[in-house]
């Protein structure tokens, strides 16, 4: 499955992205977990001040055929949840990489985004998928 993965932010295998962004990190999932999620029905992000674990689930997405878990990029806080998502699916199936963002994190230093994929990388893990 072909990616069009921005090459300004990290990927997971699991198909997040993760953006530096004015030091924090912006989180969201790839145009390929659309595609394979497809008619995206439900979202459930984590309020501001919960705390979220690099590797750990933080949240869920959900659409007619199947549930699957977010996972954090990074340890640290949610500072910002785009809680606009969850009445407007259409922008995350859309645009993932900007309108579609999830959440923010203000990393607690402890974890950094270099263990995870750059652009190509995740393009060619995609590709397989």
Same mark, same amino acid.
């Given at each position: ?6 090459? =300004?932010? !990290? ?8 953006? =530096?962004?004015?030091? #924090? ?13 497809? =008619? ?8 501001? @001040? !919960? !705390? ?5 689930? +933080? @949240?869920?997405? #959900?659409?007619?055929?199947?549930? *699957? ?11 910002? *949840? ?6 407007? %699916?259409? /922008?995350?199936?859309? /645009?993932? +990489?900007? !309108? ?7 990393? /607690? @230093? #402890?974890?950094? %985004?270099?263990?995870?994929? =750059? ?9 397989? #998928?």
């Amino acid at each position: 499955m072909a990616s069009s993965a921005p090459s =300004d932010r !990290k990927y997971l295998a699991s198909h997040e992205w993760a953006k =530096d962004q004015d030091g #924090e990190i912006v989180v969201g999932i790839t145009d390929v977990a659309v595609e394979l999620l497809s =008619d995206l029905v439900y979202i459930d992000l984590p309020p501001v @001040g !919960k !705390k979220v674990t690099q590797g750990e689930v +933080f @949240g869920e997405i #959900e659409s007619v055929k199947a549930v *699957s878990d977010l996972v954090a990029p990074v340890n640290g806080e949610v500072t910002a *949840s785009n809680e606009d998502l969850a009445d407007h %699916l259409d /922008d995350l199936a859309q /645009d993932p +990489f900007d !309108k579609g963002w999830m959440i923010r994190i203000k990393s /607690d @230093g #402890e974890a950094s %985004l270099d263990a995870l994929m =750059d652009a190509a990388a995740y393009v060619k893990h995609a590709a397989v #998928e």
